[in-house]
């Protein structure tokens, strides 16, 4: 290598082809904090992640023994030409939805192991205690330590009769029985009871005992012929029908259903409480005996950070004084003591500096929003003590409050201070000021991006013309002022008792856009998405499951019982439901969960184009139906790769990969339905088109034209058809599912609620939203959103500020209504960012 090369303190890159990028070169410098701005989908994240992170990763792997090389996770080469002064890489993404219900926030930081260790090795142990427990024994994960009555879950889920049967004066074929199914499944056992002698017109209270119990709980499944004289719809044939008592049906779909919806409606006969045995904790009454300072396991990870730091302490001083004796009875004034209560301390501090201190070690990973869970692993990276590493970051500052950010970017700066090159892709403006560099990509998104319009000292982008983030990041930007709207009537909920919201009451204008703001953990998500949805739902549909719901557990059925059977209405009075008549939640969950989900199914367009393609003169001669333009159908798609559009690839002593599949060549459909042709082109031509092509090419099918449109309205112009789900962000998730309620007709006074729905977007993209959410209130209709973004907030009718403190610190109003009376409040920690923005 040249002398000149080796005093070359930049990241070079030559001809990056990711993705949308365009035979990209540019340079970024080491050891400094270098953000990668553009709008959404202009290609800053395949420069940043697909491009350099992906070829530090490829650079790694080569290192290692082909062998070992199965054991990690497959990646492929990026599309480069050369990278040139790339220092090794460490990524933290974004990572929505991580973790199932047994993830907590002292697994992610691993500050668990380090608890149960001190309680293993320096707890106070029971007189009679035979030998101190290993510390898998402190854990609910485990055989070993798991409460064998709930499993380590720490609750368990009883049913009742009261649960089972709501109305006891209903008979059974009134519907007693509420935790049975609908429709024929029911009939189908109320028929078998009618067989095996029982009266089903008879009030369930007058039933003897023992018959009730049996209908309920028994587990026997008998199988009995049916007579169709007996059948109440007079059916002429004879048939076999199996009982399952209603407490079988509930555990049956609890256990099996893939259906959050039914989850949902039988978790409603389901009792659930603390566990008894080991009070909620998870763990065998061995492990919670043992106690260190006077406090159990249970006890410490029960408290927050900040508690858990003070009760530690005085067993972390003493290691610092040098007090501690080589030996003691009880093992909390050890050295080991001592020395795992002062590493503990140390590594929880760095939490609390973060901004994190309202957070438990017993937190579920599943209620963690993703910038709270991507500041768990950042600060576990601070602990690591790595010199000469590249940090890439996914927007770090995503779901903080101005006054969160603070402490986060003081921490990145002490991560470049040591020695460490920090590249961020970035959207807020105040933490792309502070970077020493900017690497700016666009002008566009799609097709219209995939540019460097800049790279270079964060002022020189002033002279950047072409550069969409140019006017926000230098406050340049007019923005259109708006007269505050009238409110046609408010809700008004009391009684709130749900998290750290204790014995609330909060009045919400209807007709109007009302933000809920405050700190990190106040108690915005829950009031907006919880309590106020569910006081929604139930008023909307009660006793059923709720509309419009969605998958929310990833399918883990431990996160089905434990967080889904958790209703934030219960206990809270309402006033001025009669004025809303549906409810709708946009959230940043996936869209899908497989490739298969794309953005023309979910939004249903496909449907209108699937029967353009069969209604061709082609089609109708073959006799195909829409369906056989479907890649889910058999008939249709690509037999290799069953519609796919790709294969997977095991290779010996190699990480498997993914191929474009050699027989359609990723187009997904078979030879036969690709030779059936609209407008000249096939169905995997128009998968392959982005929402700007498509509106003009299907310009004239009203089905699509319009799904289309509301696309581009929210800034989505360039996704293709056929993205995978997979791969889009949560912000591109949570605009398509507002395209798709902004493609509906209108049905009453519908009230929207977001949750931090301008996280993961460019200022840019921020107006697209914006305006379409200030047309739904226009259309009269009532949006609440929680937000930190405070151009937004500015920019709204109402605002109910939270805190002023996180966690136990908050959970009050602290301050309410417009954006200029909030701003000028005292005690909110929302009002001075609130005023800055105001006085721009």
């Not at 097709?447 to 550069?467: D, K, N, R, W």
């Not at 406050?475 to 909920?493: C, E, H, K, V, Y």
């Not at 939004?603 to 139906?625: H, L, P, Y």
């Not at 290779?651 to 990969?657: A, K």
Request: net charge negative.
């Amino acid at each position: 290598m040249a002398p000149e090369q080796e005093l070359d303190h930049f990241v070079r890159v030559r001809g990056s082809q990711v993705h949308n990028l365009r035979s990209v070169d540019v340079k970024a410098p080491r050891d400094a904090l270098v953000a990668f701005t553009g709008v959404s989908g202009s290609g800053k994240s395949s420069l940043a992640f697909g491009t350099i992170y992906a070829e530090a990763q490829r650079r790694y792997f080569e290192s290692v023994a082909p062998y070992a090389r199965r054991l990690l996770l497959p990646t492929g080469a990026p599309k480069v030409d050369d990278i040139t002064g790339l220092p090794p890489a460490v990524a933290l993404q974004q990572r929505r939805g991580a973790g199932t219900s047994r993830s907590t926030v002292g697994t992610v930081t691993t500050l668990s192991n380090l608890l149960r260790m001190l309680f293993s090795r320096a707890g106070t142990y029971p007189a009679g205690a035979s030998e101190r427990l290993d510390s898998d024994a402190f854990s609910p994960n485990t055989a070993v330590g798991a409460c064998p009555e709930c499993h380590g879950l720490g609750r368990i889920h009883r049913m009742t009769e009261e649960t089972l049967v709501p109305d006891p004066s209903l008979t059974i074929r009134e519907g007693a029985v509420a935790a049975w199914p609908g429709a024929w499944q029911g009939q189908n056992l109320r028929d078998i009871l009618v067989t095996l002698g029982y009266d089903i017109d008879k009030p369930w209270r007058k039933i003897a005992k023992a018959k009730r119990d049996w209908i309920l709980f028994t587990d026997e499944q008998p199988t009995v012929t049916i007579d169709p004289q007996s059948h109440p719809v007079q059916a002429d044939y004879y048939y076999n029908g199996t009982f399952s008592s209603a407490e079988r049906h509930v555990r049956h779909t609890l256990a099996n259903s893939q259906s959050a919806t039914m989850r949902r409606r039988v978790l409603q006969f389901v009792d659930s409480i603390d566990c008894p045995v080991c009070g909620g904790s998870g763990l065998r009454p061995e492990a919670l005996a043992v106690t260190f300072a006077g406090r159990t396991i249970a006890e410490y990870i029960a408290l927050s950070l900040t508690d858990l730091v003070d009760a530690l302490r005085p067993a972390a001083n003493r290691a610092e004084a040098g007090a501690a004796w080589e030996s003691t009875e009880s093992g909390e004034l050890t050295e080991v003591a001592t020395l795992i209560a002062a590493d503990l301390v140390a590594r929880t501090q760095v939490l609390i500096d973060l901004g994190l201190g309202y957070l438990s070690l017993n937190r579920r990973t599943p209620t963690v929003s993703p910038g709270e869970l991507q500041r768990l692993r950042l600060a576990t990276q601070l602990r690591a003590g790595l010199f000469g590493v590249l940090y890439v970051l996914d927007e770090p500052s995503a779901g903080l409050h101005p006054a969160d950010a603070e402490p986060l970017l003081d921490v990145l700066d002490r991560l470049r201070r040591a020695g460490n090159s920090l590249f961020v892709v970035e959207h807020d403006m105040d933490v792309v000021r502070r970077a020493d560099w900017i690497v700016d990509v666009g002008p566009g998104a799609g097709e219209l991006g995939g540019e460097v319009v800049y790279s270079g000292p964060v002022a020189g982008l002033a002279a950047a013309t072409a550069s969409v983030t140019r006017p926000y990041l230098f406050g340049d930007r007019p923005r259109a002022s708006r007269q505050p709207r009238t409110p046609i009537g408010t809700l008004r909920l009391r009684g709130i008792r749900f998290h750290n919201l204790r014995d609330l009451t909060v009045e919400v204008p209807l007709g109007v856009f009302t933000a809920v703001t405050g700190v990190s953990g106040s108690g915005k998500s829950t009031l907006v998405c919880k309590v106020l949805g569910d006081v929604v739902t139930r008023h909307l549909s009660p006793g059923g499951a709720p509309p419009d719901a969605e998958e929310s557990d990833g399918g883990d059925p431990d996160a089905a019982l434990i967080d889904l059977d958790q209703d934030a209405s219960i206990g809270v009075s309402a006033d001025g439901l009669a004025g809303i008549d549906r409810l709708v939640t946009v959230d940043q969950r996936p869209i899908g969960r497989t490739p298969r989900s794309n953005l023309a199914t979910y939004t249903g367009m496909f449907d209108a184009v699937r029967r353009v393609f069969a209604a061709t003169d082609e089609a109708r001669q073959r006799k195909w139906t829409a369906g056989r333009f479907s890649f889910n159908v058999a008939e249709g798609r690509c037999p290799t790769c069953q519609g796919e559009g790709f294969v997977a690839v095991e290779l010996l002593f190699l990480p498997g990969t993914y191929a474009t599949c050699p027989t359609c060549h990723g187009a997904r459909y078979s030879e036969e339905t690709l030779e059936v042709r609209y407008r000249d082109r096939t169905i995997a031509d128009v998968l392959a088109m982005t929402v700007d092509e498509a509106s003009e090419f299907l310009t004239d099918l009203p089905g699509a034209a319009r799904s289309l449109r509301t696309l581009r309205e929210v800034g989505l112009g360039y996704l293709r058809l056929g993205q995978p789900a997979t791969e889009l962000s949560g912000g591109e998730a949570q605009r398509i599912k507002l395209a798709t309620e902004l493609q509906r007709a209108r049905r009453g006074h519908t009230l929207y609620v977001l949750d931090e729905p301008t996280t993961g977007l460019h200022p840019a993209d921020v107006e697209l939203l914006e305006r379409q959410l200030h047309h739904l209130v226009d259309a009269g209709n009532t949006v609440v959103v929680a937000e930190h973004d405070m151009t937004v907030v500015a920019g709204v009718d109402w605002v109910i500020d939270l805190g002023p403190g996180a966690g136990d610190g908050g959970g009050r109003v602290v301050a309410a209504g417009p954006p200029a009376r909030v701003a000028a409040a005292r005690d909110s920690r929302t009002a001075p960012y609130l005023a800055a923005r105001l006085a721009r």
